[in-house]
T-cell receptor, first 116, second 113 residues
Framework: GAVVSQHPSRVICKSGTSVKIECRSL??????MFWYRQFPKQSLMLMAT?????????EQGVEKDKFLINHASLTLSTLTVTSAHPEDSSFYIC????????????FGPGTRLTVL | AQSVTQPDIHITVSEGASLELRCNYS??????LFWYVQSPGQGLQLLLK??????LVQGIKGFEAEFKRSQSSFNLRKPSVHWSDAAEYFC???????????FGTGTRLQVTL
């Protein structure tokens, strides 16, 4: 099956710094990637949808200037948490689809962000 | 907007016992329905999906789910649970192919030996 990786798997940073998380589709071209956020013992909440070469579409309540998403190629999307604060600490998961008519999202293993 | 309800936050079953995890959805048209499993600190793995056709869907690891339009449900079942099935299970609904998903709050399954 299609494989999606995320890097790093775990990151700890100081408050006020920025953190970049990478999401890669390893064996397929991902026309669309999704970024989710998961708080402990809670469900996944969609943050944004990104299509290769275009601006990301953010869900209501998600600050686009704080969570910068770039989908510069068909195999890579990045999420940058700018000026991170402790409340940004969470588990961030990306997913990718293989094409406009794909019927399945393939999920990455997630990135645990801890902001001190 | 679509929504998903998983009424059971936590379920405990004995190994070898049968399992049913409940999922109810709200959507105006025929939804795309999914069940995912998540092990601690891991991403999500697709168990099965329903788009159309036969309302009883077979998935991986011996799981199956039945779509019941009249009840707006998509319950997940397994005849005999294994200790390795202990994990978090999420039901999700999408409105089309390659579309964003709305997840339920999840059901944590604990398996006793």
């Amino acid at each position: 099956g299609a494989v999606v990786s995320q890097h790093p798997s775990r990151v700890i940073c100081k408050s006020g710094t920025s953190v970049k998380i990478e999401c890669r589709s390893l064996d397929f071209q991902a026309t669309t990637m999704f970024w989710y956020r998961q708080f402990p013992k809670q469900s996944l909440m969609l943050m944004a949808t990104s299509n290769e070469g275009s601006k990301a579409t953010y869900e209501q309540g998600v600050e686009k200037d704080k969570f910068l998403i770039n989908h510069a190629s068909l195999t890579l999307s990045t999420l940058t948490v700018t000026s991170a604060h402790p409340e940004d600490s969470s588990f961030y998961i990306c997913s990718a689809t293989q094409g406009a008519f794909s019927d399945e999202q393939f999920f990455g293993p997630g990135t645990r962000l801890t902001v001190l | 907007a679509q929504s998903v309800t998983q009424p059971d936050i936590h379920i405990t079953v004995s190994e070898g016992a049968s399992l049913e995890l409940r999922c109810n959805y709200s959507y105006g048209a025929t939804p795309y329905l999914f069940w995912y499993v998540q092990s601690p600190g891991q991403g999500l793995q697709l168990l099965l999906k329903y788009f159309s056709g036969d309302t009883l869907v077979q998935g991986i690891k011996g799981f199956e789910a039945e779509f019941k339009r009249s009840q707006s449900s998509f319950n997940l079942r397994k005849p005999s649970v294994h200790w390795s099935d202990a994990a978090e299970y999420f039901c999700a609904v999408g409105v089309g192919t390659a579309s964003k998903l709305t997840f339920g709050t999840g059901t944590r399954l604990q398996v006793t030996l």
